[in-house]
């Protein structure tokens, strides 16, 4: 039998208490429980790096994405605040003021008339 074909040991650590929950379940191959998840995470790994290597985009490509969709987000959530202030104005509901607290339109109008 070659070398290639026979098994290696290998040490996994866990704390104490994962350790007191495995030995609560002695009818689970823990070995083999750690053996395909080794084996899983390897294949899917082989996947990306296949997935990668077909990959032709340059990091200027990825940054330029990445800087359009932050873009996007950005332009999305300020809508989205306007929408809410058009909102609240036209149902007279309560809406944050700068320091965070709730205020009526009405509490906001007295304020404007008081500092005018």
Do not use: F, Q
């Amino acid at each position: 039998m070659s070398d290639e074909r026979k098994d290696v040991t290998i040490t996994v650590r866990v704390d104490r208490s994962l350790k007191a929950k495995m030995d609560e379940r002695p009818e689970i191959n823990w070995s083999g429980v750690s053996r395909k998840a080794i084996r899983e995470t390897i294949e899917d790994l082989e996947v990306m790096d296949e997935i990668a290597s077909r990959n032709r985009m340059t990091e200027a490509d990825a940054k330029e994405i990445a800087d359009r969709i932050s873009e996007d987000a950005n332009e999305r959530a300020m809508a989205a605040r306007e929408e809410d202030a058009v909102e609240n104005r036209a149902d007279g509901g309560t809406a944050l003021d700068h320091s965070g607290d709730t205020a009526t339109s009405t509490d906001r109008d007295a304020e404007t008339d008081a500092s005018e």
